[in-house]
């Protein structure tokens, strides 16, 4: 894979320490990673999050208006990037100082507000993923509030 002047990459482990699950996958009107918003907005288009059928007994008590923290795995990414160009930016960064989903384990998070509970998952908004991205987890966002 190609590198862009200021970055460099690590070498990829040859080991993998733990084993994740996916949960569902999420769907959004962005069809291509051009097409992503940098940061999901709360004013953002609607997306779903399509439980797997096993987990969706594990949706009970998520009600309309909550904001709940989505986990979600950035599959189409690279991993194996220490220092990287930001898009728009002129010098490379740490991979760490950056929210990019270009990392060695590619997770995401957003926090996004429920428009609908559904038999198979959630409508929300607040999203910045692909379509058909895979979902990890859920959980409610227990931040406190600005007064
Ligand atoms: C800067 S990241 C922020 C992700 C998340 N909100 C966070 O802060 O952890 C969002 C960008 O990731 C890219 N992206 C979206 N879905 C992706 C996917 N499934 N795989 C790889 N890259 C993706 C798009 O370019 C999008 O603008």
Same mark, same amino acid.
């Given at each position: 894979?190609?590198?862009?002047?200021?970055?460099?990459?690590?070498?990829?482990?040859?080991?993998?320490?733990?084993?994740?699950?996916?949960?569902?996958?999420?769907?959004?009107?962005?069809? /291509?990673?051009?097409?992503? *918003?940098? /940061?999901?907005?709360?004013?953002?288009?609607?997306?779903?999050?399509?439980?797997?059928?096993?987990?969706?007994?594990?949706?009970?008590?998520?009600?309309?208006?909550?904001?709940?923290?989505?986990?979600?795995?950035?599959?189409?990414?690279?991993?194996?990037?220490?220092?990287?160009?930001?898009?728009?930016?002129?010098?490379?960064?740490?991979?760490?100082?950056?929210?990019? *989903?270009?990392?060695?384990? *590619?997770?995401?998070?957003?926090?996004?507000?429920?428009?609908?509970?559904?038999?198979?998952?959630?409508?929300?908004?607040?999203?910045?993923?692909?379509?058909?991205?895979?979902?990890?987890?859920?959980?409610?966002?227990?931040?406190?509030?600005?007064?």
């Amino acid at each position: 894979m190609t590198v862009r002047p200021g970055e460099t990459r690590g070498r990829m482990p040859d080991r993998a320490d733990a084993t994740l699950t996916f949960i569902g996958r999420i769907h959004t009107p962005f069809v /291509r990673r051009a097409d992503c *918003p940098r /940061r999901g907005r709360p004013d953002g288009p609607l997306c779903r999050l399509l439980v797997d059928t096993a987990w969706r007994p594990a949706l009970e008590g998520i009600e309309v208006g909550a904001r709940i923290e989505v986990l979600y795995w950035m599959h189409l990414a690279r991993r194996d990037l220490l220092r990287q160009v930001p898009a728009g930016a002129s010098a490379a960064l740490g991979t760490f100082a950056l929210r990019s *989903p270009v990392r060695p384990n *590619p997770i995401a998070t957003a926090l996004a507000t429920v428009v609908s509970v559904e038999a198979d998952g959630l409508m929300v908004r607040g999203l910045d993923c692909v379509d058909g991205t895979p979902l990890l987890d859920i959980k409610p966002d227990f931040r406190p509030t600005e007064e």
